[in-house]
């Protein structure tokens, strides 16, 4: 498979190199955000005393999660010996807080027989994500997976009937059942399943530990083992799983970090 990889240094406008040069980092400032950078090959960074993964390239990955500390020291050791460090501030976010009624009882509170179902489609979404593979996808240009206005954001506290629940961890596209949902970024599918809490789901394999979730799908057009190209259909919109209406519920994560795919992609309201 190969992979086309846009270079770090014409990235987003975050980007900048350090003080010697050595260093090119892509990644906006905030809390929920994804960073990408890249070191001479055979150099070795950190993260508050924490290793990062380089690959071949001298390319790594790292994020913050949604309240995430906004203060953090990136360190590395080029080849030569030659260290060199940079603080890195983060900004913080003020969350929404979004209410939504009209959900069945059962779908907000599962009843004990269904228990067991949540708890096998966790195991099964873990499996899916528990691998860090070598793609490079993760380094190239995002785009959206659906046109549709945002219609939920990142990090915003959802009430269901009455009841506080969890920060949603996705962004939201309003469009009608049946709208094109593309890969955003190229990839490898790790799922293709329908699950008690998101309907039918595709995960998608970017590459270095970064995964795209896709939720509530009417229909899904891949699966597992499929390789896709930025902009494959891999499925479409529905109101499958916990819904009240069709749209596509887009997620990001590195690792077991929960990062915002909007930070990735042109705003848009």
């Known amino acids: 498979m190969s992979l086309s990889v846009f270079s770090l240094q014409q990235s987003l406008a975050a980007s900048e190199a350090s003080e010697a040069g050595a260093l090119v980092l892509n990644g906006k400032f905030t809390q929920g955000s994804l960073f990408r950078g890249q070191l001479p090959p055979g150099s070795q960074?950190?993260?508050?005393?924490?290793?990062l993964k380089l690959n071949a390239q001298g390319k790594f990955v790292f994020g913050f999660a949604r309240e995430s500390a906004l203060n953090h020291t990136l360190s590395w050791t080029l080849p030569d010996g030659t260290t060199g460090s940079r603080d890195i501030e983060l900004e913080k976010r003020q969350y929404n807080i979004q209410r939504i009624d009209g959900l069945k009882s059962s779908m907000v509170s599962p009843p004990e027989e269904t228990l067991k179902r949540i708890r096998r489609d966790s195991t099964v979404v873990a499996n899916?994500?528990?691998n860090i593979s070598d793609l490079d996808a993760v380094f190239t240009g995002f785009i959206w997976p659906a046109e549709g206005p945002v219609?939920?954001?990142?990090?915003?506290q959802r009430v269901l009937n009455g009841i506080p629940k969890a920060?949603?961890?996705?962004?939201?596209?309003g469009a009608p059942t049946g709208t094109p949902v593309i890969a955003p970024a190229a990839g490898v599918v790790k799922l293709s399943d329908d699950l008690y809490y998101s309907g039918n789901t595709v995960i998608l394999d970017h590459g270095m530990g970064v995964f795209s979730t896709f939720l509530h799908l009417d229909s899904s057009k891949v699966k597992a083992g499929d390789v896709v190209?930025?902009?494959?259909?891999i499925g479409t919109i529905g109101a499958t799983g916990r819904a009240t209406g069709p749209h596509l519920d887009w997620r990001l994560n590195l690792g077991k970090t929960r990062l915002d795919?909007?930070?990735?992609?042109?705003?848009?309201?």
């Open 151 to 156: 219609t939920g954001v990142y990090g915003s």
């Open 261 to 269: 795919p909007a930070l990735l992609v042109p705003p848009r309201q």
């Open 167 to 173: 920060p949603h961890y996705g962004v939201d596209v």
């Open 229 to 233: 190209a930025q902009g494959d259909a």
């Open 45 to 51: 960074v950190t993260l508050n005393g924490e290793a």
């Open 128 to 130: 899916a994500r528990g």
